[in-house]
């Protein structure tokens, strides 16, 4: 093939490949060149060895060429956020605490990810432990600004065409928001679809597996070839996942029915984000019905934060401890607010939350999707600190509920704003249809 490679989607790369028209060397020798080119300003990459990765595409090659087994990602290179073990390559958990930590074995979705013949590019820059304190990566549509965390490499690199794809998490936001500042797709499938094993555990309620990509085929392909149950993992159910590349090729039945929520922190919104969220509602036609809010779903903010703060000091209390000096001083205060939690505290939350499943329950019994924003604005500025505000991801995030972030909007300074749609539990395959028919509508009014 001719052109930029890099400009493929990772579903046509799939398709070319598979065919024969595309050799994965190519592929990842132009991924290569372009993190060469750009990598300097965007530092997204905490770990890569250009030698293994063009190995693995030559062994993709010569399977295809001898007739054997093609997987759905044949030869398609693939970033992996840096809390993702890997047997061949380090996993350090963005600190010094974790330099140099060499896993025993690769990660159940590095496993599947080799099933369906991706190639494994190499690890992206994370948060502190896949928390607070930023890493060094820079957006690459302005490198004074955030790319988002805690999955900030992840989808700086997809926005920066040096991978096709890209695997993150999300424990509050940490797919949904960096996929909204950096311009690309993201989706967060159902709790329970993704394996976690092999994965830094911040919070056993909430951690949940991302994908990153450059079309919704994209990141329905990537979930389709990382799906599979788990029995060590608690979260992962024991039946069939949602198909989702058929759901995002496929034509919806009738026009869907979409819910928005006007909740109080919505004042947080910057005016560009408002006006364009606006602009589509307005663009569907009457698809879209406004909802009034009580406190009820506003409280689940809190919630949600009394259940990964308690949570991570469960699961890495001894760490901070033994490390603590080595703790940024973002995270130890946020560490010494989590010790101060109770465990009736947390029972009352973790109660709460159960409620809040049901209730979205029965919520989709009479709406295809709910649309809302997928973070403030654009990327904020660097010298703000942090990494943008999560909270317009917190409530679906805590339900477990699929989410998936369009790049349909542009801020006053040309910089994308994303539109998030969420979906029913393991009606992913649904969600991504009609977020495939939302932009094709928008596509033709424009």
Known sequence: ???????????????????????????????????????????????????????????????????????????????????????????????????????????????????????????????????????????????????????????????????????????????????????????????????????????????????????????????????????TDPLSFARPRPHMAKGARSDVPVEPDIAWFDLPFHDRLDADAREGLDAVIDALDGRVERFSTADTLPGLIAVQATIHEYEINQHLGELFDREWDQLSPTLQPVIARARQITLTEYEDAMAIKTSADAFFTEHFNDFDAIMAPSAAGQAPLISAGGTGDPVFCTIWTLAGLPALSLPLLVGENELPIGVQLIGAVEEDDRLLRTAAWIQATLAAEA
């Not at 060397?25 to 530092?43: F, G, K, M, Q, W």
């Not at 820079?138 to 600004?145: A, G, K, Q, S, V």
Request: charged share 25%; hydrophobic share 40%.
């Open 1 to 231: 093939m001719k052109g930029d490679l890099t400009l493929l989607s990772a579903a046509q790369a799939a398709d070319a490949i598979r065919e024969g028209r595309l050799s994965s060397e190519a592929l990842v020798t132009a991924c290569l060149a372009r993190i060469e080119e750009t990598d300097n300003e965007i530092r997204a990459w905490a770990y890569l060895d250009a030698a293994a990765a063009l190995d693995q595409a030559r062994e993709m090659d010569r399977v295809r060429k001898a007739g054997r087994g093609t997987g759905i990602l044949h030869g398609v290179p693939v970033g992996l956020k840096d809390i993702i073990d890997t047997r061949e390559m380090p996993t350090e958990r963005g600190t010094l605490i974790f330099a140099g930590r060499q896993p025993d074995a690769d990660a159940a979705i590095v496993e599947r990810l080799r099933d369906a013949g991706a190639v494994i590019l190499g690890k992206t820059k994370t948060t502190e432990l896949a928390f607070v304190h930023p890493t060094d990566t820079t957006n690459p549509h302005d490198p004074t600004r955030t790319p988002g965390g805690s999955s900030s490499g992840s989808a700086a690199a997809v926005a920066a065409r040096q991978v096709p794809l890209a695997i993150g998490t999300q424990t509050n936001g940490s797919v949904i928001r960096p996929a909204s500042f950096c311009g690309v797709y993201g989706f967060k499938p159902t709790r329970g679809v993704v394996s976690r094993r092999g994965l830094l555990q911040t919070s056993v309620s909430l951690d949940q597996v991302g994908c990153f990509g450059r079309s919704i085929e994209d990141v329905a392909l990537l979930s389709d070839a990382i799906g599979s149950y788990d029995q």
